[in-house]
């Protein structure tokens, strides 16, 4: 299996650009998860779905910040207008969850690190 | 809900010398608990986990870990460490019976020098 696959793995913008990072989670499982890691607040749970409807977006900062999963196969994570405090790593993560047997294992993509200017 | 504590944000040892990272979670509930790790530049991936059981539970790379549930801990533990075990370590939990969703700790960062 290809894993869990992120794009892009670097961008950088100005602020106020539109940012759209996207995410292919592996195929079968039916959780997707996006987290932002920061050094001041680690690693932070934005949104998770199941069977591509959101179920916690309780995470995400504020309303410059969306997510879809149009279908099980893909996910975008949409930030419009960006800020330098944005800036961070976004990773995605999928999980085979509890059809599967529960492990408790999320997969994690390798990562895009956004630079907002 | 649930939360973690790492207790150390960063862990100096030398080669071949024994470590442990430190973890205390807090929740009202039943956990599962896990340990991640992170190389430079790569995501995460699962080290071990504690589901139920046996409360010693063993994972990748020689490390094991042990659920304790008086103490609500679950530290990382491995008898000799090699350079290449030089990353940073992530202690999770999740609510029995609840959702999948996983809380991090902050991190500790591991250097193994020669």
């Known amino acids: 299996d290809a894993g869990v696959i992120q794009s892009p793995r670097h961008e950088v913008t100005e602020m106020g650009q539109e940012v759209t990072l996207r995410c292919k989670p592996i195929?079968?499982?039916?959780?997707l998860f996006w987290y932002r890691q920061t050094m001041m607040r680690g690693l932070e749970l934005l949104i998770y779905f199941n069977n591509n409807v959101p179920i916690d977006d309780s995470g995400m900062p504020e309303d410059r910040f969306s997510a879809k999963m149009p279908n099980a196969s893909f996910s975008t994570l949409k930030i419009q207008p960006s800020e330098p405090r944005d800036s961070a790593v976004y990773f995605c993560a999928s999980s085979a969850g509890l059809a599967g047997g529960y492990t408790g294992e999320l997969f994690f993509g390798e990562g895009s690190r956004l630079t907002v200017l | 809900a649930q939360s973690v504590t790492q207790l150390d944000s960063q862990v100096p040892v030398f080669e071949e010398a024994p470590v442990e990272l430190r973890c205390n979670y807090s929740s009202s509930v039943s956990v599962y608990l896990f340990w991640y790790v992170q190389y430079p530049n790569q995501g995460l991936q699962l080290l071990l986990k504690y589901l139920s059981g046996s409360t010693l539970v063993k994972g990748i790379n020689g490390f094991e870990a042990e659920f304790n549930k008086s103490q609500t801990s679950f530290h990382l533990r491995k008898p000799s460490v090699h350079i290449s075990d030089t990353a940073e370590y992530f202690c999770?939990?999740?609510?029995?019976?609840?959702?999948?969703?996983?809380?991090f700790g902050k991190g500790t960062k591991l250097t193994v020098n020669p």
């Open positions: 195929s079968g499982h039916d959780y």
């Open positions: 999770a939990v999740s609510e029995k019976g609840g959702s999948e969703k996983l809380v």
